[in-house]
């Protein structure tokens, strides 16, 4: 099971910070998992926004390059998503992935 937290309403220009812990049967599995966030903006298909590869390699979308930063401590089982420089377009619901794994999702308002 994978729980999200740390969504909420920021300003434009702020920041937040996203966790993701993963916990239960795939906690043996952290470690040597792909992590990723994806999001779900209003009017648009879920976009992948970043992954993390077990061998720490990176990846972001166009959108959010510069500005946010995936990240994972094994040692808690948790993955991060930091995201600075907010714009009304981050506005949508965020989820975490594990693998094939996926969170439940949180909100993440910017407001215009």
């Known amino acids: 099971r994978l729980l999200e937290s740390g969504g909420g309403l920021v300003q434009a220009g702020g920041s937040l910070r996203l966790s993701c812990k993963a916990s239960?049967?795939?906690?043996?599995?952290?470690?040597?998992?792909?992590l990723g966030w994806s999001r779900q903006t209003p009017g648009n298909q879920r976009e992948l926004v970043a992954t993390?590869?077990?061998?720490?390699?990176?990846n972001y979308a166009n959108s959010v390059k510069g500005r946010f930063a995936i990240s994972r401590d094994n040692a808690k089982r948790t993955h991060y998503l930091q995201m600075n420089s907010l714009k009304p377009e981050d506005t949508g619901v965020y989820y975490c992935?594990?693998?094939?794994?996926w969170g439940q999702g949180t909100q993440v308002t910017v407001p215009s």
């Open positions: 992935s594990m693998g094939e794994d």
């Open positions: 993390l590869s077990p061998d720490g390699t990176t």
């Open positions: 239960g049967a795939i906690l043996s599995h952290f470690s040597g998992s792909a």
